[in-house]
């Protein structure tokens, strides 16, 4: 059982960075912010998503699962290995927009615009990616080893937290063009937005566990890459959002 000092130091390491990064982007949404219960609401809806998500991935890890993940981590990546990698991402991933549709979208006060849907999925990968970085850190933390902890939150900052970002955004985004459209449309595209948010996380998991150097940079680049494409996808919602109404005004 992990001390309270270890707990408190992975608490840290965990949600201050997820919350600076939270701070950062919501930033964008500043002519019409969020409802702040709304944003919190979000951010614990998210933390609810990992212990679902845990279970749900362990049914995966039989022996055939374990097997072909370790086979990924030593560069001999099977199609069996590759499943995993996909049922993991697709788990993750559906359980944070089932908490953000459940807990959140569906509320009119919470989510009044299009920009409110995207800061809604962001702010829920935020928070799953504060517990989930919480829980990585417990052990280096609990075994005494404070560099590799802090390299381990460095890189998940930069990284993995990111990534959340960014797969959670792709399917607000999908939402958020849609916003007025007929269900259908809608329907189908947060199908879309979903189906390329798991691709996203499943190809980011990919090139960390290959491990080599040179597809660890090809992963930082691709959610780095795509949190330029978000910044601008933000500044084009906003844009059609806000280019009728008087200055000042939501």
């Not at 970002?165 to 329907?187: M, N, Q």
Request: aromatic share 12%; hydrophobic share 60%; net charge neutral.
């Amino acid at each position: 059982m992990p001390s309270l000092e270890t707990l408190g130091y992975a608490f840290l390491g965990g949600v201050l960075p997820a919350l600076a990064w939270l701070v950062f982007m919501l930033r964008e949404e500043d002519r019409c912010p969020q409802p702040r219960w709304a944003v919190i609401l979000a951010f614990v809806a998210g933390m609810i998503a990992v212990p679902l998500v845990m279970p749900l991935q362990a049914l995966s890890c039989n022996e055939w699962a374990i097997q072909a993940y370790l086979a990924c981590t030593h560069g001999e990546t099977s199609l069996l290995g590759t499943k995993v990698l996909i049922a993991w991402s697709a788990i993750e991933e559906t359980a944070k927009y089932a908490l953000a549709a459940v807990l959140v979208l569906w509320m009119r006060n919470a989510v009044r615009n299009s920009l409110d849907i995207v800061a809604t999925m962001l702010t829920v990968a935020l928070g799953f990616a504060a517990l989930e970085n919480m829980l990585f850190l417990i052990q280096p933390f609990s075994q005494g080893y404070l560099m590799e902890a802090i390299g381990l939150g460095n890189l998940r900052f930069i990284g993995s937290t990111l990534l959340h970002i960014v797969a959670s955004s792709v399917l607000g985004f999908a939402l958020a063009f849609s916003y007025k459209a007929a269900p259908v449309v809608r329907t189908i595209a947060a199908s879309i937005g979903l189906i390329l948010a798991i691709a996203l996380h499943a190809l980011f998991n990919f090139f960390i566990i290959e491990g080599d150097g040179s597809y660890v940079i090809l992963a930082l680049f691709t959610v780095w890459t795509g949190a330029v494409a978000i910044f601008a996808a933000f500044e084009i919602l906003k844009y059609f959002l806000y280019r009728n109404l008087p200055k000042n005004t939501c």
